[in-house]
């Protein structure tokens, strides 16, 4: 089993990033994904989440309306579009693969990527 995320880097306030999410080695339409994200010094939270189809998104208040996640699964990959990025949206971000729908709690999650690092600053 292998999830490879991409798309990170440096960017300024204002700016937009996509990450993507590469998966492998299991029946990725048959999972349901999510980001989660992890500042120095901090925890990992959950940012956004999708279910087996793409039809539900969910997010955490804090990227509401400026993230969006969205899949496709003919390519086994699922994204996250990342705009007007803040300073405070800066952290490791992780695609996670889940059996339970509607997972928001890491504990939820069987397959993780290493990350991808996403720098906002000017």
């Known amino acids: 089993v292998q999830l490879v995320e991409s798309g990170g880097g440096l960017v300024q306030p204002g700016g937009s990033l996509r990450l993507s999410c590469a998966a492998s080695?299991?029946?990725?339409?048959?999972?349901?994904m999510g980001w989660f994200r992890q500042a120095p010094g901090e925890e990992r939270e959950f940012v956004a989440g999708?279910?087996?189809?793409?039809?539900?998104?969910y997010y955490a208040d804090s990227v509401k309306g400026r993230f969006t996640v969205s899949r496709d699964n003919a390519k086994n990959t699922v994204y996250l579009q990342m705009n007007s990025l803040k300073p405070e949206d800066t952290a490791v971000y992780y695609c996670?693969?889940?059996?339970?729908?509607?997972?928001?709690?890491?504990?939820?999650?069987?397959?993780w990527g290493q990350g991808t690092q996403v720098t906002v600053s000017s």
């Open positions: 999708i279910n087996r189809s793409g039809s539900n998104t």
């Open positions: 080695g299991f029946t990725f339409s048959s999972y349901h």
């Open positions: 996670a693969a889940a059996q339970r729908p509607i997972a928001t709690m890491i504990g939820a999650y069987d397959y």
